[in-house]
């Protein structure tokens, strides 16, 4: 299947700072990625869908804001969580389709992003 | 409210074991239903079910849908202790923008 890499694995930083995570596509082009989050023994939260060469969307409840969302590239989506506190330490993970948008296909995922704030 | 319902939270079994875990929806617009595989990282994927009544089959794995009833089961047979992973189903919908939206998970564990 297709390839999404997503970097940092994890990352460590401290309350008021701000963290980048990157979403790659390697072997395709993505115009849409999508971003989710995972709180512990809980499934996947969609927070955000991130369009190639315009905003993103975010889903009901995510501050735009906070979760800063840029897709500049075909290949590359990052998202960076702004001002992060304690209460934002999740598992964040991004998914792409090939294609053009609404093919029906599956999603590849990212390795996901373990952030822990201190 | 689009939502996906999977059954049973968690199931413990032994090796050789069956198992059946269950998917049930309910979803503007359906496009599709997905299985995944979620070990210690990323989910991995499984399935994708489009049409009613056709199985998919991958080794000791197999799932089918049907889009009357709004379910799917994914059936594993001969469960070994490398199947102990969360097993998620996601429904594709909402029309072009693809979205997914996931049940809870199964958490499935296969003692030796």
């Known amino acids: 299947g297709a390839v999404v890499s997503q970097h940092p694995s994890r990352v460590i930083c401290k309350s008021g700072t701000s963290v980048k995570i990157e979403c790659r596509s390697l072997?395709?082009?993505?115009?849409?990625m999508f971003w989710y989050r995972q709180f512990p023994k809980q499934s996947l939260m969609l927070m955000a869908t991130?369009?190639?060469?315009?905003?993103?969307?975010?889903e009901q409840g995510v501050e735009k804001d906070k979760f800063l969302i840029n897709h500049a590239s075909l290949t590359l989506s990052t998202l960076t969580v702004t001002s992060a506190h304690p209460e934002d330490s999740s598992f964040y993970i991004c998914?792409?389709?090939?294609?053009?948008?609404?093919?029906?296909?599956?999603?590849?995922f990212g390795q996901g992003t373990r952030l822990t704030v201190v | 409210e689009d939502k996906v319902v999977q059954s049973p939270l968690s199931l413990v079994v032994h090796e050789g074991d069956t198992v059946t875990l269950n998917c049930s929806y309910e979803?503007?617009?359906?496009?599709?239903l997905l299985w995944y595989k979620q070990e210690k990282k990323a989910p991995t994927f499984l399935f994708m079910l489009?049409?009613?009544?056709i199985e998919k089959k991958s080794g000791r794995l197999s799932s089918i849908l049907d889009k009357k009833e709004l379910f799917s089961i994914l059936n594993i047979t001969a469960t070994q202790t490398g199947d102990s992973a969360i097993y998620l189903c996601?429904?594709?919908?909402?029309?072009?923008?693809?979205?997914?939206?996931f049940g809870t998970g199964t958490l499935l564990a296969v003692q030796p």
């Open positions: 991130s369009n190639e060469g315009s905003k993103a969307t975010y």
């Open positions: 072997d395709f082009q993505a115009t849409t």
């Open positions: 998914s792409a389709r090939y294609g053009y948008t609404g093919l029906n296909t599956e999603a590849f």
């Open positions: 979803v503007t617009n359906f496009r599709s």
């Open positions: 489009t049409s009613s009544g």
């Open positions: 996601a429904v594709n919908y909402g029309g072009a923008t693809n979205k997914l939206i």
